[in-house]
């Protein structure tokens, strides 16, 4: 028999059972309710509007004086949500004719069985009038951020541009994305009694807003260079061309000008290839300007020294596999005369003192073969082989700027070294970032290392004030009352079909820095296979970078000398000569000089052959003086000049097609 205590156990047990089971009976039908009530508002939300996640607004980017270069507007979207397109072939034909897009396009994009879909993005305010004022179900229209660049073309390469969905994908935009963008935006779409699609007003917080950059570029100085850069490729014929200026003591790039160029407003109807830097991303062969960063490394190490004798060996040299040449016997030169006249023969010599293994090494101490550390997207090393895998073809080579390439960002970068007393720095072009508009917080430059001793430094940028003189490759660079040093280069274009170097398509370079006592620039230009007779960089890039120079050395308060005014041109008359080159046959109008009696107009003679210029003068009172054989490189004086006086004299620099300088 059961204690009376055991039965009242018994009896409360059930009693929290039966509890417990009426409390969780409870729970779960008020979870249930919860549920039901969830899905009843999920349905009246989605009937009533819709949520979309857009990009956000990118910062802004801007020159080093706050001008705007990349701005972000809002621009018209049209979106639709499909399963609520009551007729979407009727849809379809109303779109088209307020879009103005093919029909077919819409009506796939409102058959897909999806809740968004973008019907056209970044249309013009006139469409999206139109578009509202049709009142379609299931359509709607949202504001999406736009990147706009004021300037269209101007620093193009440099800035690149952001894509649809707002993401840089070229330049500066790719370079400094995460930190341009911002957090995406929420937007609440709501609809209409008739179930049109409404947009709402886009979050604007300051939070979800990107970071600005300021560039070191000076959007006016990079207007300037473009038109420098266009002016010589019209003047030359080139194909394009290229122009790196930059502070050598900060490596701030001040302009980097590039031909042919884009609109980056209109990324999408360009090839995406064309949109590339040059300056950074192709590489080319850089010619006689790598004379200069050899005879900087063989001074450095003692390998030569300013007073040696260099025998070249009356202007041809054997080395294992091929004959060096020049343009003409030298007989002895100094390293500075080397440099002066360009001469490969010299150049080689000089690398042979120096050796394979120090020459390689003093050529990666420049930045050769390797990034320039500017954190361009897909920066380019160039190419510089091992010197273990040299031949004494390859090391002769190499003296001259053959068989290696190089971008013209490298380049510039190595003669801002030679003119920052031998102190390699990376390039800048971000100087400087901020949040919110708040202060702008500074980038500090980056030194890289010592390359070569400040004396050597000092000592070579000396020399290459020879080639910019007199009876130097660069007289057209000069600037009166400016020291200028610098260095051309003429290099072939390397044929990949054929493995062989052509005899028509040229690289013409210049290396320029000034002033050469305390230089404030330095400038690399390149021209794009211009024609034969500009082909040469002493003929066509100098004078590129002398108009480049001028420019910025006047924003700093140094003015060159005034040229002297040159009379009216005179009228000239014209006979027709027939002349045969080794390529091709042809016929051409040759100007000729015409006397009034007292003064003789003298014209442009580059590009002509020795035959040619002295049909030109035949039977005027002119001394006509030549230096070298092939065609005209250069002439005294300048074309335009009214000769006057007894003796008229006139000296033409020739060249023939494949020289280097």
Known sequence: MRSPALRISRRRIGIARAVLILVFAGLGARAFQLAIDQQALERAEN????????????????????????????????????????????????????????????????????????????????????????????????????????????????????????????????????????????????????????????????????????????????????????????????????????????????????????????????????????????????????????????????????????????????????????????????????????????????????????????????????????DFPFESAGLLRHWHDWKPLDQATIAFGQGVSVTPVQLAVAGAALANGGVLTKPRLVTARRRNGGPWRETEPERVRR???????????EMLEGVVGPEGTARRAVIKGIRVAGKTGTAQILDAATGTYSVERYHAWFLGIVPADEPRLVVVSVLDEPRLGFHHGGRSAAPLFKRVAIAHLADLGLMPEPARQRPPRAVVATRRVETRTPRARRTTEIERLTSDGTSLFLPDLSGRTLAEVRAITAGAPVELEHVGSGRVVDQEPDPGTVLAGARMRVRIYMKRDGDEG
Not at 451 to 461: L, N, P, Q, Y
């Open 47 to 374: 009937q009533a509007g819709t949520v979309l996640r857009l990009a956000a607004e990118r910062g802004q980017i801007v020159d080093r004086d706050g001008q705007d270069l990349a701005i972000s507007v809002d621009a018209p979207s049209i979106f639709a949500r499909p399963r609520e397109v009551d007729d979407p072939a009727a849809a379809a034909r109303a779109l088209a004719r307020a879009l103005r897009v093919p029909r077919s396009r819409l009506h796939s994009r409102l058959t897909r069985d999806s809740n968004f879909v973008y019907l056209a993005r970044w249309v013009d305010e006139a469409a999206a009038a139109r578009v509202e004022k049709l009142a379609l179900p299931g359509i709607g229209i949202v504001p999406e951020p736009r990147r706009r660049y004021p300037h269209g073309v101007l620093a193009a390469s440099v800035l690149g541009f952001a894509n649809i969905d707002a993401i840089g994908v070229r330049g500066v935009e790719q370079q400094e994305n995460d930190w341009l963008q911002g957090t995406p935006q929420i937007y609440r779409v709501e609809r209409d009694a008739r179930g049109v699609l409404l947009g709402a007003p886009g979050v604007r917080a300051a939070a979800a807003l990107g970071g600005d950059v300021r560039l070191s570029l000076d959007a006016a100085f990079q207007a300037h260079v473009e038109t420098a850069l266009e002016d010589a490729i019209a003047e030359s014929g080139a194909r394009g061309g290229i122009v790196v200026a930059l502070d050598p003591r900060s490596g701030e790039v001040l302009a980097l000008a590039e031909r042919p160029t884009f609109d980056p407003n209109r990324f999408r109807e360009i090839d995406y290839r064309s949109t590339r830097s040059r300056a950074f991303l192709d590489a080319m062969e850089p010619g006689s300007t790598f004379k200069s960063f050899l005879v900087a490394g063989a001074l450095d190490a003692g390998a030569v020294t300013p007073g040696d004798p260099i025998d070249t060996e009356g202007g041809s040299y054997r080395v294992p596999g091929k004959t060096i040449t020049d343009t003409h016997p030298h007989g002895l030169l100094d390293p500075a005369g080397i440099l002066q006249v360009s001469s490969n023969v010299g150049a080689v010599k000089v690398s042979q003192a120096l050796g394979a293994e120090r020459h390689y090494e003093v050529l990666r101490a420049f930045g050769f073969g390797r990034r320039s550390g500017s």
């Open 451 to 461: 390359v070569i001793s400040a004396e050597t430094a000092a000592r070579t940028v």
